[in-house]
């Protein structure tokens, strides 16, 4: 939690990634504790690991510095913040009242073994398991083709035209 | 033994993290943190839930769910590329109009 409102906090997009690596990992550790052993590597791995180095990548890659402030996010902070803050403790409270006194939660009852989640994806979700593959192709081609650059999509096998400038240097030259 | 709502109060902090993040933030790669963060928070609240009626199938949700959120960062990221190449900001109030 510490890492999430230091995420908040920060101005600077590399000090957001990392805060929110330190969140991940008590995640992680928060689903161990719960039994689920297998989602708490894969936490580790998938977002930890992937696609926290997507956003690092991207942050280097783009250079990104710290952000200004504009008269549209004075007022989201003025709306945003005393609305969100009213409606977690608002959930807050009422999460407490009900369910504080029967429900119980065992620790390290380690039930999520990943023999019976391999059981269940294979069997009961097939069809989800197979269209999620699917899902990830296109995502896949979607990002190569956004990332990409127009023109080398435009015109895959034309050779690049020598630009005038580099003529004018090499006519020159001769010349002396 | 850990009551159950407490983490579905910490569940519900770290979603309402993500959409403060979400509302302030001007930067897009942050904002995309941001979407993380409220995917986590979810997640967790599943986890607790699957613990609570030792069924597996919440667990299982979990895994699609970082699935999907895979795909949407490399979706998502590439766009942020394909948006600075052609705007050079990564301020969204400063990209207002849809065509390149």
């Not at chain 1, 009422?94 to 999520?112: D, E, K, Y």
């Not at chain 1, 593959?133 to 020598?162: Q, W």
Request: aromatic letters at 8%; a positive charge.
């Amino acid at each position: 939690m510490a890492g999430a409102v230091n995420l908040l906090v920060q101005s600077h997009p590399i000090n957001s990634a990392l805060s929110l690596i330190v969140v991940m990992g008590s995640l992680a550790a928060e689903y161990l504790l719960l039994g689920a052993e297998f989602l708490a590597a894969i936490q580790v791995i998938v977002y930890a690991g992937a696609i926290m180095v997507l956003f690092l990548i991207t942050i280097m890659l783009l250079n990104a510095g710290k952000e200004e402030r504009t008269k549209g996010s004075r007022v989201a902070i003025l709306i945003g913040v005393p609305g969100v803050i009213i409606a977690s403790v608002l959930v807050a409270w009422t999460l407490v009242g009900r369910t504080s006194t029967t429900h119980l939660v065992s620790i390290g009852a380690l039930w999520g073994a990943p023999k019976d989640i391999a059981r269940l994806l294979f069997h009961d979700f097939l069809l989800p398991f197979e269209v999620t593959s699917v899902l990830i192709l296109i995502a896949i081609m979607g990002a190569v083709v956004l990332a990409s650059r127009p023109e080398a999509i435009a015109r895959p096998h034309r050779s690049r035209p020598v630009p005038q400038e580099t003529c004018e240097l090499v006519v020159t030259g001769k010349d002396r | 033994m850990v009551p159950l709502s407490y983490y579905l109060v910490l569940s519900g902090i770290l979603f309402a993290c993500g959409v403060l993040g979400f509302l302030i933030k001007r930067n897009i790669i942050t904002i995309f943190m941001s979407i993380e963060l409220m995917l986590n928070g979810v997640n967790l609240s599943f986890v607790a839930f699957a613990a609570q009626w030792h069924a597996l199938s919440g667990q299982v949700f979990v895994f699609f769910v970082m699935v999907v959120a895979a795909a949407e960062a490399a979706v998502g990221l590439a766009i942020v590329i394909a948006v600075y190449r052609t705007r050079e900001t990564l301020n969204v109030d400063q990209v207002n109009l849809l065509k390149l």
